[in-house]
């Protein structure tokens, strides 16, 4: 019997999808109960609605004929896309090879820098680090996160919030992807993921390395190598024993008592840190920050020194002085506090040790500089010949790589170099410096000293106990420069 519909109300119509049941006809109308280990396969096919709708009885085989036409070309689209999805998929965990050649470079030729020499904003549009359908992927072949993962993505009300530079271009996927470089025996590139990145104007700013001071460096570890066998030996030697959490809370604590700023400094303990220690604030407080893994004894009064003696105070008196305010500050023509401030608190980290040795300042300008110009594998590999320990190198690599997105390419975080330049620039004029007025003074240059002198209000501000004695003090620079080698001859190239 023929069946008339119009075909205006067909043109409109979705596809449906008719789901049938490839069983004998004969079984169609008595159901029985699926057996264990029997599966019924389902065969799906989208035909439209015009196709299953008789128009007429004159035109059934020509329906019919159509719709095994239609069959057919659906049947050939699923094939065609099937082997088109297959041949993604089999390209998708097929490995890459690496062309990477390890880096041996030795550090006496020192490569040219570039007329500008910055590092390159975070892009994963490198077709060599994608994938088909644009997903990273590293050099050993692994597929690689974008975004990061739902547990550690930002809310709604922290999308906007922007973090200081230094907490900004710490990886939230740091351990992960040093398991993943060890298992990868040191020949993988690792690709970070930041929860808040830093702006590109700032990583820029300190992805500037400079070279003069390199062969400085340089020459102090030579002599620290010739004279340890190797860092780790440095180490054991000048570091004493490593502590225990207990320990180090309780040498903190006592040099905040001889400081009479116990109750001024919330103690934080860490394991998450990337430096051995920082100073922040906390719901307006000021917060000290220690990473207590492998901080050993004789090293810890020396990081107290650094943060607290150093940076905590000299920010305590910066409060009472006209150039807090950064408007006065610029109408004043004064410099930057760095690298004056990072290379006072680094001396005053070796300043009493038996070895006052300047050999991890020289580690982190030299790692800043080679970063430039090579990759995190690379720059791993030639960090060997300073450093034996593999968590060791990682974590000076780690410092001069973050901020970066994908570490295979050249480029790194250069702040690190202002410890040395610093620390050179008040060693080689320690005979000229009023070093109680450079902390009381607060956060200024110390050739602002004489330009600002007058304006200095010195009532109410600290020096640390350390200090006291002028003559001693200056005893220890005398010592530092003697222990590295750091004769006139050398200083006044500085």
Known sequence: MSVLVDRKNLQNKPPICIQSLKTPPSKIGTPKRKKKNKRIKLRRTCVSMSSIVQLDNENNNNNRYSNTNSRESLHRNFCAETSQ???FIRHLYQPMRSTDSESSASTTRL????????????SLTSQSSRTIDGTPRSSVGCRLPVTLPANLQPGAHER?????ILAAIKPENEKSERDRFIRANFNYNPFFIYKFPADAEALERFGKPSDKYMNIAIMIMENAMNKYGSYELFEEQTGGKILERSSIMALIQRYLKREELEREIIVNLSEDLLSRGSMTRSKGKPMLNVRVINLREYWVEGLLRHEIGTHYLRSYNNKYQEWY??????????????PTEEGLASLHSVLLRKDPCLWRICLLYYVAYKSAFLSLKELFHDLGQYVSDPIARWDYCMRAKRGQ????QAGGFCKDQVYLEGALQILKNRKMIDFHLLVQMGKIDWEDIRKVDLLANLDETKVPCFMQDLPAYHKYLDKICESNGLTEEVLDSV
């Open 405 to 408: 997105t994908d570490t295979s």
């Open 160 to 164: 906007r919030r922007k973090l200081p």
């Open 111 to 122: 490569p040219k820098l570039p007329s500008k020499c910055s590092t390159p904003t975070p």
């Open 85 to 87: 999805s297959n041949s």
């Open 325 to 338: 305010n950064w408007k006065i500050r610029k109408d004043l023509g004064m410099k930057p506090a760095n």
